[in-house]
């Protein structure tokens, strides 16, 4: 079972306004990752951590930015929300443990940015 | 040319039948390969992974892979409506640090019909 959290589920916000938004996981992943998805869309991958102080910039540019201090907590950050950031959040992480290099998804955030 | 593609659909099986899902990528020196499946709304979920070449069966999935032609599929066998969701094909090459990556593709819109 998969151990990766992401708070908040559901974001409403005005424009202009600083939003971080959190993903933990308790698995002892090395490899954390941020997806982006509208509606009916593909996943665009934002940002990768492949360990603590280790980031990089995803395929897709963003003006998010992410930081991995904790190896178990990938917070990412929205230091003036838009109309265009609205779109749903996924957080993703992976081992390898064991040989395996499964990515496991948290449950996501949708925000909304009025 | 994409680094993961997969036929957009939908695919339309009726209950009971065989779905065929397939999907190539474009670097040679990729290791690890997955099935995701994600119903609308809701985050990706890791059904099945396959590392080397050949077939591997889990309940009625079967996920096939063939690294020399580049190729690898997920047989979904007496398909029933719960199935039907957006099925995402991964590709994973780790060759140590930042040279890490967790590709998806576009995904194939199954529908199963009773």
């Known amino acids: 079972e998969a151990d990766i959290y992401q708070t908040p589920r559901y974001l409403v916000i005005g424009t202009g306004k600083k939003i971080t938004l959190e993903c933990s996981q308790t698995?002892?992943?090395?490899?954390m990752y941020w997806y982006q998805q509208d509606p009916g869309m593909e996943l665009h991958l934002i940002h990768y951590?492949?360990?603590?102080?280790?980031?990089e910039k995803g395929d897709l540019s963003s003006e998010s930015t992410v930081s991995r201090i904790r190896t178990e907590h990938f917070p990412l950050t929205l230091e003036s929300a838009r109309p265009s950031h609205t779109s749903q959040y996924l957080c993703a992480s992976s081992g390898p443990i064991m040989g395996n290099t499964e990515a496991f998804f948290g449950q996501g955030t949708r925000l909304t940015v009025v | 040319q994409k680094e993961v593609e997969q036929n957009s659909g939908p695919l339309s099986v009726p209950e009971g039948a065989i779905a065929s899902l397939n999907c190539t990528y474009s670097d040679r020196g990729s290791q690890s390969f997955f099935w995701y499946r994600q119903y609308s709304g809701k985050s990706p979920e890791l059904i099945m992974s396959i590392y080397s070449n050949g077939d591997k069966e889990d309940g009625r999935f079967t996920a096939q892979l063939n690294k020399a032609s580049q190729y690898v599929s997920l047989l979904i066998r007496d398909s029933q409506p719960s199935d039907s969701a957006t099925y995402l094909c991964a590709v994973n090459k780790d060759s140590g640090g930042s040279n890490y990556k967790l590709t998806f593709g576009k995904g194939t819109l199954l529908t199963v019909n009773p």
């Open positions: 951590s492949y360990g603590v102080n280790s980031t």
């Open positions: 698995m002892g992943h090395d490899k």
